[in-house]
């Protein structure tokens, strides 16, 4: 069976980006860091079980959000923690649980229930879960779980 390995094209960043990744996530390591006349040219390492390539090939290509990492969290405090870590130093916060790190790479952090309070069977909780999604940033767990459950009773 083939394996599919993420690889990152970095400026001069592949061995600071590794490392700040691999701080981050408890279950991660570094794998391999190649060099060529003392500098960082490649570097191989491992994020929650998923292999990732990193090279530093120079500034022709950055990146964009047609590309982005998908974290599907437990907790709000898992939200919150890689929110903050990921947005530190530059990073970028955006909509819906979106997110650019201080490298220019993009990730989503979500709550692991979104996708089935956005395509549930009850499509007006979907609806209102949606509705409430779209003015976050940082994804608030309650808000959502909270938008997704009310009932409106008309009867009185």
């Known amino acids: ?34 060099r060529a006349q003392g500098k960082v040219v490649s570097a191989q390492f491992e994020l929650e079980g998923q292999r ?19 974290v599907a969290c437990d907790t709000q405090e898992e939200i919150d923690e890689l929110w903050a870590m990921l947005t530190a130093d530059g990073g970028v916060p955006s909509r819906c649980g979106w997110l650019k790190d201080k490298f220019g790479l993009s ?34 767990l309650q808000a959502l779980q909270q938008a997704y459950s009310v009932r409106h009773d008309n009867t009185t």
Request: glycine content about 6%.
């Open 52 to 70: 990732f390539m990193a090279l530093n090939a120079g500034p022709m290509y950055t990146f964009t959000e047609a590309v982005s990492f998908f």
């Open 107 to 140: 990730w989503q952090i979500v709550p692991k229930t979104l996708g089935s309070m956005l395509g549930g069977t009850d499509a007006a909780g979907s609806k209102r879960a949606m509705e409430a999604m779209l003015t976050m940033d940082k994804l608030q």
């Open 1 to 34: 069976m083939p394996t599919i390995t993420p690889f990152l094209w970095f400026d001069t960043q592949a061995e600071d980006a590794m490392l700040l990744y691999t701080s981050i996530f408890k279950r991660s390591k570094v794998i391999a860091v190649n």
